[in-house]
């Protein structure tokens, strides 16, 4: 267990719909982390967030927001699904030392979205 | 961003040692490599990282190229629960550059 929790775990829904995805990181974690996988890929960075503030922005499409609360749990919307993003999402968490060198990264156990 | 690159799978049987092998042959001076893996039907989990040198640690040993171009991976005792694909990493900045990872099977 890495400590990191992310619900829902499965969640089916239709195209066009929106859809909330939750992370909550390890105790004492400032930064959070998304990423998405599809089926038989690596993982593609999403986006980071450390301390309630964006800090980093990968391939993340435009239909796609997130956001990370006083609390450090963090929130990835996807709206307007399409069948493609089908996919697991994961979140994961680390520490966030100073600039320059990159943090263990700790994973959550990944939400499984099936757009039908 | 460049990826690394790695061989698709690989096999390997119990109780021997695995060297899994990584190019990155346009890492920069400032990026780390690191190793994670993904056991099946769960998140990715931290093997090892380093930057010039290299590192032992008690999941792992990593040996990184004299130039930087390459890394291996080494598992000094596979073990069944060892099969998962491992990802080798370019780390920069505050990113994980993710590759396809290979696909290591144990053999009993």
């Known amino acids: 267990d890495s400590g990191v929790t992310q619900t829902p775990k499965h969640l089916i829904t239709a195209t066009g719909q929106r859809v909330t995805l939750r992370c909550s990181p390890r105790?004492?974690?400032?930064?959070v982390y998304w990423y998405q996988q599809s089926l038989d890929q690596g993982l593609q960075f999403l986006i980071q967030y450390y301390n309630g503030e964006e800090r980093a922005k990968g391939n993340i499409l435009e239909r796609f927001s997130a956001q990370q609360f006083p609390d450090l749990h963090s929130e990835l919307n996807l709206s307007s699904l399409e069948l493609g993003d089908s996919a697991l999402y994961f979140c994961?968490?680390?520490?966030?030392?100073?600039?320059?060198?990159?943090?263990?990264?700790?994973f959550g156990p990944g939400t499984r979205l099936t757009v039908l | 961003d460049a990826k690394t690159t790695q061989p698709n799978s690989m096999e390997s049987n119990e109780e021997e040692p695995v060297h899994l092998p990584c190019n990155h042959s346009t890492i920069s001076g400032t990026d780390y490599i690191h190793w994670y893996r993904q056991l099946p039907s769960q998140g990715p989990e931290y093997v090892i990282h380093?930057?010039?040198?290299?590192v032992n640690n008690r999941m792992a040993s990593l040996a990184i190229a004299e130039d930087r171009k390459s890394s291996t991976l080494i598992l000094h005792r596979a073990t069944l629960r060892d099969a998962a694909v491992y990802y080798c990493i370019r780390g920069s900045n505050y990113q994980l550059i993710w590759g396809a990872g290979t696909k290591l099977i144990i053999k009993p």
């Open positions: 105790s004492g974690d400032l930064s």
């Open positions: 380093g930057l010039t040198s290299n």
């Open positions: 994961a968490s680390s520490v966030s030392l100073e600039r320059g060198v990159t943090d263990t990264q700790y």
